[in-house]
């Protein structure tokens, strides 16, 4: 029996979608090690939300401002904590994201990359075909995205924070010096916005 076998598809309409359990508890294998000197320069970065991820998606490293905007990431347990799967997954993730499509479609042209570059790794089919099967948004966005990647990205991601309100960023997304298999996404607050006093204010009120 294979792990996607294993797991139990309940079929829901994507408006009524819910949280999923994590599927199994050794998804995301033998996790690269977060340096200090990555986690000091995202911790610099602040109040520019940003993350680290491994070659499966798996988000190694973040700063208070990511986890203060993606509600709490250093609360997700580990085996959970896949930035594709929380996209398709987690429901405050739709309803924190007001292009949601986009975002999403940020960190599947990432996937389909190492999916691409890892032909050999299983894992990677596996994860596709369960979320595929738990979410046909999934599927509907991949297949697409084999016809649309040629056109130009949206780069600004706009967030509609229960407590902070509307946010707009621009996304930075590159490969870590060094380490070919870590990617940083860094958001950064647009200057015409509110978002940089906004996002200042929401980390102070957690300290």
Known sequence: MTLIEDYEIVEQPLHRLTDYPFPYPDFTGDQPMMSPTLQRILDYLCP???????RRCNIIGWNKAASAVMSGIGHIGSDERNIVW???MKQEMRELVVNW???AKDFLTIFRNYYGQYAGDPWYAEFAELCGRINPQFTKLWERGEIASSTAPVTVREFNHPH???MRFEITSFQVYAHADLRCCVYTPLPESETESKMKHLLSSEL
Do not use: H, K, V
């Open 48 to 54: 520019c939300p940003a993350f680290i991820a491994d």
């Open 164 to 166: 902070a309100g509307n």
């Open 86 to 88: 929380l996209s398709f």
């Open 101 to 103: 499509e986009d975002f």
